[in-house]
C-alpha cells in the first residue's frame, strides 16, 4: 500500500503562485505515472500535469506555461508549482500515482482558491 500525503493549497490572490507538495510514503520502483488533477465544483475530474515512468511530462492546455510539475526522487516527493493563478483554477488539487503493476492511489486532496 502507499500513501500520498499533499500540501501547500490555501487561498491566494489572482495572479499569485503557490506550490503543492506530494510525498509518498515509500518508494516506488514500477510508476507507470504520478501527476496532479483538480476537481472543481460541479465539474468533472481533470489531469492538470503528470510525469511519465519515463520522466516524460504531460499538461493541460489551460496550464501550458503556468504550472511546472517537477519531482524529486530521494524525497518521493512531487511538486506542482503555479503561477500566474486564475480564478479558474480554484478547485481541490489531487496527488495520484499509478504503478505498473496496477495499482491507482490518490491523496486526500488539497484546497485551492484564488480570489480577490
Known amino acids: 500500500q502507499v500513501q500520498l500525503v499533499e500540501s501547500g493549497g490555501g487561498l491566494v490572490q489572482p495572479g499569485g503562485s503557490l506550490r503543492l507538495s506530494c510525498a509518498a510514503s515509500?518508494?516506488?520502483?514500477?510508476?507507470?505515472?504520478r501527476g496532479w488533477y483538480r476537481q472543481a465544483p460541479g465539474k468533472q475530474r481533470e489531469l492538470v500535469a503528470s510525469?511519465?515512468?519515463?520522466?516524460?511530462?504531460n499538461y493541460a492546455d489551460s496550464v501550458k506555461g503556468r504550472f511546472t510539475i517537477s519531482r524529486d526522487n530521494a524525497k518521493n516527493t512531487v511538486y506542482l508549482q503555479m503561477n500566474s493563478l486564475k480564478p479558474e483554477d480554484t478547485a481541490v488539487y489531487y496527488c495520484?500515482?499509478?504503478?505498473?503493476?496496477?495499482?491507482?492511489?490518490w491523496g486526500q486532496g488539497t484546497q485551492v482558491t484564488v480570489s480577490s
Open positions: 495520484n500515482l499509478r504503478r505498473v503493476s496496477g495499482g491507482d492511489y
Open positions: 515509500r518508494n516506488i520502483f514500477d510508476i507507470f505515472a
Open positions: 510525469f511519465s515512468g519515463s520522466g516524460l511530462t
